[in-house]
Every structure is written in structure tokens, then in C-alpha cells.
């Protein structure tokens, strides 16, 4: 075998190679493959840059142009709240606002970190809460994020100088609430803030976005979506920093919101949250046992033909404007208005005409009173003794006045409020056939007792009206271990008390007011309300129209015997006019014929020492004029006392600012 000769055409042999390397037919085919595919992809970057630059230049100019414009949002100016003469209860004030798009902040952490910190310091706002506020909106990045309100024009000034070390914040025209008359029915009116995140999920179908104010509590937030307006659009040109660098053009204006106009009138409101804080301090200074503590109350005072509210006060209260703008939580707490806070305080934000629920004492005898005479077990001038006290199986159930000792008629036993003859009716109610069920908590629920008034402010209470039934589901083995058998029992002093609106019993302002309304109006059971109309704002000096907004519902009636509210009324003016009327001393001199009710109410209260005790709540209720009431007034002073003392008097001078006359004390008060 011939040695092999080697040739320059090849590389030098490889033992692992099964043949040398050399160009090959195959290599040659794949070099030349991924030639073709190289000039291939040259030729598609080739055509691609041809229509970008030629075919379709001219209109990806026009984007590039339009994705330099920036939509904003334009605040509407929310619509006024007015009394009932037109008198403005809360209206706007102009202002400006900061506000930050999440999108333009820097990119890098230390550069928007700085940013943040900056801005912060600018605005008085703490770091943490600037960095909480940008992170709850951070699923939202399109939306721009408020962080002060109400700012001085010279802040604003100072941030659009120096844009360049803000890239992302804004200066904007906002609408602030302003509060003319203060305090004045706050809890009416309530307030408003931004929406938070669980109001935008359930509100978000309805044109609500993150950043809107709305009404949080009141009528501000039962009828915001009139009040609310609805936003513009405008549009702003901004560099590739996002600065600004022209004009913001407005491309759809915004619609300010429509007026609500109350029933309240501003006259009698005030004549009522001023009658509270002199009831109050009668209470304190009558030397009474505990009255010391009495510290709050509400008044309640409508129509009784329709239940237009013409005042609805609470105490203590607060001002709305401290959630304007910035809110400071140091504000809140000294307020009253955070949980830390609010029990010191006796809880300023609770709203006690619809929210907080009491035993009514003697202003329920009335209830009893007709609910008896529809049952027939008691007869208008049937006399029942009067005496110091009543003693049944065993018990001994005492009257305000121990020495009282006679016979009454119903309109007298009223007048007087002697407890031992509506005793005697309260066992009669228990002597009734079980298969008829509680006659006395039907009545009393068909006069709007046990549930909700459906006044239109939101949240109420529904206060108690005890049953057999509620006290078997509510002492059980359970929740009362040691006595439950017992507890669950409906006994005879269940109705004893319950006939003089004492025990388990819990009403609320509101609840009464609505029943000496039915009294009024020949019993006819009212839904209180407060909207009178909704109007669309004026426009080129015409008047807005009247929004068309479902009317309250009518007056119900409840099938009262007329006989029967004749003698109650005709009780209820002797106990304001008759020689020993326990508020006689109070209404006697009005030169309006008014008519009602004392009551004076044990609760059991913790004052705060930790050792719970009795206290009376002082009650009054009625209205006038006694032959054609336009007015129920219900005065409530916790812990005052007699209703006599406390409540009555705060009751008059609703009544004189509403009629415009003046009263005087004619004697010594004698009341329970």
C-alpha cells in the first residue's frame, strides 16, 4: 500500500474525525441556507423602517403628538345645602390642591424617594402618611393622587417655578366645603372626604373615581348624587419629562351639582340646639342627685300634619369643617371624633335623636293610655285609686309622688302622671288571653315603636320593644346561665313597667316625636324627612328648576277610635294647663296653647368611675296649638332629672322661637 501524499486542501487529520475537514457539498448548503435567512430578516427591518417612515409617518406623528397631552379631571363645585328659606347651611369656598400622577414620578427609587421627602416638607405633611397615601393608590397609577388641600397661593406658586424639581405634581382649582353657621346641625348635614377603596368598588358602576370627594355621613351622603355634580375634562401638553409646557384647554366643562333645599328651618334649629345647652345647665344646677352628669340631649321638632323636620339637635356636637382639607388626626382626637377619644367626650359624633335609644317613662303613658281604650279594659272616666304605691304578688312598685292618695279619671291620671293607676292598667294588659298574644307591644309597634322612623338620614336605631317572645330568645342557657329560667319568663311586672314606659323599653327622640305627631294629626303615623326639593343650579339669571325626586311617603293611619285621642289630648292639655299639671309652671303662660307630656326615666349609666348606678332622663314631649298643632317639639336631656326641670323648659324655647312669643314661670315646678 502507497504512503498518502498530503495536500495543503486539507487540514490536518483528526482520528476522531470520520473524514477531514473540508467544504463539503453539506457544509455548503447550510452556509449558503443561513445566508438567504440573513438577507431575509435584513429585508423585513428593511421594509418595516420604509412604511414606518414613509407609508404611515404622518400619522405616527399625530400619536407621538397626542400621547404629550395628558387628560385631567375637572372638579365640579358640589351643589349648596339650604334651609328651608333658602338660607345657605353649607356652600363651597374656591381653593387649591396639590396633587401627584403616580406615572411621572422618577423612575429611579432614590430620585422619587427624594422627590417624596421634598414634597412632603413643602406641603406639612408627614413623610409616612404622603408614602401611605401614594400606596393605596398605586393599582390606580392613571389617576392622580390628592395630597393637601387648600393650600396658600404662594405654596402653588413656588411648586410650578420649580416643575422641573417636581415632574409628576400638580397644581389644581378644588372646591372646599364651607360650613356658614358652623356647628349648626352637624350631624344633619355630616361631612364629606375622599372615597376610599371599599366606596370605589361599590360605587365605581355609578361614575365614581379614585380621588372624588364624597359624602360620608348625613345628608351630604344621603343625597350626594345630586350634590356631587358631575366632573369635566380638560386636556395639557407635557414634555417627554412630563412638565407642562402649555395651557390646559378644557375639552368638556364641568356641571356643578344640585342645591338640596331642607325642611329645617335655621331659626328653629338654632332655638333648639340652644334650648339643649340651657336644659343642660338647668340640670346641672338643680341640685338634683346625679344631674351633675348630665352632658347631653336632643331635640326633635317637626310637622305633624306631614313629618316635615323644621329642627333636629343633638349635644354634645362637632364642626364638620374639621374634615376639610387636611385632616389632622390630632384635630380628630381633641374633637372627640376618633375611638380614643370619643367616650371621654360622651361621643360627639353620635347622632342621640335617631341613634341613641332610652326608656321613655311617663311621655309612653299615652301609648298605654289608648292602646287600653281600643282594647276595652279601660274606660276614659272609669276612676282608678291613686297611690303612693302599688303592690302586686308580693312586689311593690312605687309612684313619683308618695303621698298623692285619690281617685282619677284617664285625662287626670295623665295630667298628674301618676304612675299606680297606669300600674293597675299595665296588669290588666297582662291579664289578657295569651292566644291574642301582647296587646299592649302591638299598639305600641302599630304606633311606629320597635322599628325604624325612615327618616332619611341614614343610619338609625331601631331601639326595643320587649315581647314574651324577645325575652325567651334573648335569656337562654347560653347568655344567662344562672338564671335563664327564670329571666325568660314574661312576668306581671314586665307589663307593670312596661305600662309607664320603664324597664326593657328603648326609644329614641325621633320615635317619640313621630307618636305625639299621630296625637296631633288625628292619628295618622308621619316618616319624618328632611328634603323639601332638589333644585338645578340658575343659569343665565333664571332660576333652576325643581328636580323631580320621590315624595315622602303618605301619612298611614292607624285606626285609632276618635273618642279615645280626644281624651288623650284632652289629658295631655290639662297636664300643661290644670292646677297640678306636672309641666303647668313651664306652658301654663304661653300665649300659644301648647299640650304634653312630661317623663322622668331610670338607666341604669356607667359614669365612668366604673360603678354603674341609676340615673333620670328628662323627658318632654307635645305640641301646639292644642286645637290645631303646626308643632311637635320632644326634648330629651340625659341624665337631667325630672322631665319637669330639664326637658320642659328646653321644650319652651323651641316652641317661643317658632311662634315668636315669649312665656314666663308662673309657679313652682311639681313633676315627675
Known sequence: MGKRVASRRFLPPDPRAEEPYRLTPKLALRVGLLGMLA?????????????????????????????????????????????????????NVPGLAVQVRITDLPKRRGLRLREIRALARLVQVPVSQLGNTLRRHRNDPLTPVKVKENVTPGLAFYVQE???????VQIVRSYLRYYPHRELAAHVLGYVSEISGAQLKALGKQGYRGGDTIGQTGIESRYDQYLRGAPGLAQLRVDSLGRPIGQVTTKTPPHSGNAVRLTLDVKVQKAAEDALRYGIDRAQHSGCSGCWYSNGGAIVALDPRDGSIRALASLPTYRPSLYVGRVRRSALDAAGLTPRSARSMNYPALDRAIQAAYPPGSTFK??????????????????????????????????????????????????????????QVGYRFYGMPADRGPRLQAWASRFGFGHTTGVDLGSESPGLLPTPDWRKKTFTKKTDP??????????????????????????TPMQMARFYALIANGGKLVTPHLLEDVEQPSSNGEPGRVVPTAPPPAPEPTNIDAQALAVVREGLYEATHSALGTSAAIFGSFPVPISGKTGTAEKSI???????????QSWWCGYGPSDSPDLVVCALIENGGHGGDAAAPAALKVFEAFFGKQATQTGPIHSD
Not at 482 to 507: C, E, N, T
Open 366 to 423: 299615652p301609648v298605654t293610655a289608648l292602646a287600653a281604650m281600643q282594647e276595652h279594659i279601660l274606660q276614659p272616666f272609669e276612676s282608678l285609686p291613686c297611690t303612693g304605691t302599688y303592690v302586686k304578688n308580693g312586689q311593690t312598685f312605687k309612684n313619683w309622688d308618695p303621698f298623692v292618695n285619690e281617685a282619677m279619671t284617664l285625662p287626670t291620671a295623665l295630667a298628674r302622671s301618676c304612675d299606680t293607676y297606669f300600674y
Open 482 to 507: 344562672g338564671h335563664w329560667q327564670i329571666d325568660r319568663l314574661w312576668k306581671p311586672g314586665d307589663s307593670i313597667q312596661l305600662a309607664i314606659g320603664q324597664k326593657d323599653l328603648l326609644v
Open 39 to 91: 438577507i431575509a430578516v435584513f429585508a423585513t427591518l428593511f421594509l418595516r423602517l420604509w412604511s414606518l417612515q414613509i407609508l404611515n409617518g404622518e400619522q405616527l406623528l399625530r400619536a407621538a403628538q397626542n400621547n404629550q397631552l395628558r387628560d385631567v379631571r375637572v372638579q365640579a363645585p358640589r351643589g349648596p345645602i339650604l334651609d328651608r328659606n333658602g338660607q345657605k347651611l353649607v356652600t
Open 606 to 616: 356607667d359614669p365612668g368611675d366604673g360603678y354603674p348606678r341609676n340615673f333620670n
Open 162 to 168: 420649580r416643575a422641573e424639581d417636581f415632574p409628576g
